[in-house]
């Protein structure tokens, strides 16, 4: 088996490098013999997209910057990684303004039921006038009231500081059984003031320093 690979390589190298030893020239030629067979190769073998060892395998050098990048990588973080915070920032501030919404919206719907609650303008005009009127109407009676206490007294001091009292007798038991009823009347609130019912229903009003009731005993 030898025998024959030498005896080939021997009739290769004879049509490869013809008359070597004997012409000296011939060495140029077996050279650009060897660069056509070379390219030949190189085609073959491009053609074929057959990738050499040195394309599969990285360079020492190279490995150095992959491990390097990796290292950087591992230490700096993926960009995912470096905008987890302002992600989780912006739920927070989300999740607070839906928070806000709902409380906005609660304090509008008691706001529009305070606001319901209240009575119409109309009414609360018509209170207020109401009011006005009445201080007015208190206000006049107070002065009226002073007034005419302000007379009364200039008319006692005219007829000499005298002073009336009425004393109105109870019914007795003979004007009781034959059916007479009293004819005066009093004001529950004034005891100087009473009332005499005449005989067409008319009543007559008679005023004096004081007026003692029926009821009344002598110690009052």
């Known amino acids: 088996m030898e025998d024959q690979t030498v005896e080939m390589f021997h009739e290769n190298c004879t049509d ?69 915070p302002v992600l989780q920032k912006i739920t927070d501030l989300t999740t607070k303004i839906q928070d806000l919404k709902k409380e906005h919206t609660v304090l509008s719907d008691q706001v529009k039921l305070t606001t319901n609650s209240f009575p119409d303008p109309s009414v609360l005009n018509t209170i207020q006038l109401l009011s006005m009127e009445h201080e007015l109407l208190k206000k006049k009676y107070l002065d009226e009231s002073s007034e005419r206490k302000r007379l009364y007294n200039e008319v006692i001091e005219l007829k000499g500081n005298i002073r009336v009292f009425c004393r109105c007798r109870p019914l007795n038991q003979t004007e009781i059984s034959s059916g007479s009823g009293s004819v005066v009347e009093f004001e529950s609130s004034l005891d100087n003031e009473l009332q005499v019912i005449c005989s ?11 007026v003692f009731r029926p009821e009344d005993n002598q110690g009052s």
């Not at 067409?200 to 004081?210: E, L, P």
């Open 16 to 84: 490869v490098f013809p008359d070597h030893y004997s012409k000296p020239s011939a060495t140029s030629e077996a050279v650009k013999t060897l660069e056509t067979i070379a390219s030949r190769v190189d085609s073959d073998v491009s053609d074929k997209d057959c990738t050499p060892d040195i394309a599969t395998k990285p360079v020492d050098g190279d490995s150095d910057l992959i491990g390097e990048s990796s290292t950087s990588n591992g230490t700096e973080g993926s960009p995912c990684q470096r905008f987890l």
């Open 200 to 210: 067409d229903s008319s009543k007559k009003q008679f005023k004096f320093d004081h």
